[in-house]
């Protein structure tokens, strides 16, 4: 079982920056990968970034340049520094950990990016 904490939601004008944060009750070196999802209201939910347990990143097209994930793995924690927000880019974001075969994901935070 593994439960994620996520912070660091908020308003922000656009242009403006976020971090997300997701603590894990496990350590992360024990986790196959980790990601960052977002959902729009009316949309489905989508894979923003992805970090796998040796450090590889993925990110979904519109977000690639202003978004990076990272971890820190002394306090089992996955990172996403959000850069020149978008309106578009409001959405709810879930953390999520692929850990011993199950997914497991956060409660979400809410990322709200005024025009």
């Known amino acids: 079982q593994v439960q994620l904490v996520e912070s660091g939601g908020g308003l922000v004008q656009a242009g403006g920056s976020l971090r997300l944060s997701c603590v894990a009750s496990?350590?992360?070196?024990?986790?196959?990968?980790m990601g960052w999802y977002r959902q729009a209201p009316g949309k489905q939910r989508e894979l923003v970034a992805l970090?796998?347990?040796?450090?590889?990143?993925n990110y979904v097209d519109s977000v690639k340049g202003r978004f990076t994930i990272s971890r820190d793995n002394a306090k089992n924690t996955v990172y996403l520094q959000m850069n020149s927000l978008k309106p578009e880019d409001t959405a709810v974001y879930y953390c999520?950990?692929?850990?011993?075969?199950?997914?497991?994901w956060g409660q979400g935070t809410q990322v709200t990016v005024s025009s």
């Open positions: 999520n950990a692929a850990y011993r075969g199950q997914y497991y």
């Open positions: 970090i796998t347990g040796g450090g590889s990143t």
């Open positions: 496990v350590s992360i070196f024990s986790i196959n990968h």
